[in-house]
């Protein structure tokens, strides 16, 4: 698989990579087995990026990668987690002393010395302007916790401010044929400063996939039943803050572009991939199947000018309305 160095962290990543929210919680039960055997088939398909965070499963994701890559030490992975939401979203818990023991936690977690990348989990706003906070992040890098620090933003203001300050390794953003606003400003300020881009959300919750109606049911413990109002966390975390029954429709006509061979998700992956100043994008999957059938779609060849065109048309027409000038 296409290997791309990952921003200021000066280390390569697969073009396509592997997230692993669903492996702690939030997407229903996953068995231990069952997660172990997904992070097999992505290394399997050429998959040399995971993102996890130390909330995922109360540090159930991060647990179970570091289990793996025990018993796989050849694997060659880089490791990008999270921190900063193990307490209440405020600015004033963005402390050394917090980020120095969330990281702890994560180093012990993983089994490893130094993160390969922390970055900010979506901390309120006021973070990404306090010198206090990415100092913070210095000193940890300078103790040699961490490798690099990045971002994790809900807007593309927040991703802008991060870009600006020099540690910023990389910046996590949701990416994807719903989501179009980061290409305008975003990406190109990313590849000007040589941080960058970690695609998330990239299948909009699934909704990309083509697979879902508006009679479909998630389980009440999935963040796509608890959380399409945001009421848990950031609405725009969930199909990427499209209402569901207007995403639903939308990705019918998304999936008419996919080409012969490929599937409508594999599609979005593609289209993501091809995005001028993206470094990896991480989808998440349950099974191996999904993994490796995720991973090909780094071998799809770039999508034409007309479908490219054609998507941004349909955002135009059923998304940009509601979902633009939120994040």
Partial sequence: MEQRVLGRTGRKASVVGLGTWQLGADWGDVREEDALAVLD????????????????????????????????PDAGVLVATKAGRRLEQRPEHYTLENLRAWTDRSRAN????????????????????????FDALDTLVAEQRVAAYGVSVETCAEALTAIARPGVASVQIILNPFRLKPLDDVLPAAAAAGVGIIARVPLAS????????????????????Y????????????????????GVEAAVEF????????????TALRWIVQQPGV????????????ARANAAAAALPPLPAA??????????RRIRATVHDRW
């Fill in 41 to 72: 088939a992505a290394v399997e398909s050429g998959v040399t990026f995971f993102d996890t965070a130390d909330v995922y499963g109360d540090g159930r994701s991060e647990q179970l990668i570091g289990r793996y890559l025990r018993e796989r």
């Fill in 110 to 133: 993983l089994g490893v010395e130094v993160l390969d990348l922390v970055q900010l989990h979506c901390p309120p706003t006021a973070v990404y302007s306090s010198d206090q906070v």
């Fill in 206 to 225: 699934g909704l990309l996939s083509g697979r879902y109606t508006r009679d479909t049911v998630f389980p009440a413990d999935d963040h796509r039943t």
């Fill in 307 to 316: 479908t490219l065109a054609a998507v941004e048309g349909l955002y135009d």
């Fill in 279 to 290: 470094s990896t994008v991480i989808p998440g999957a349950r099974n191996p199947a999904q």
């Fill in 255 to 266: 999936a008419a572009l996919a080409p012969e061979g490929a599937t409508p998700a594999q």
């Fill in 227 to 246: 959380n399409r109002d945001g009421s848990a966390f950031d609405q725009g975390e969930t199909f990427s803050g499209v209402d569901f029954a207007t």
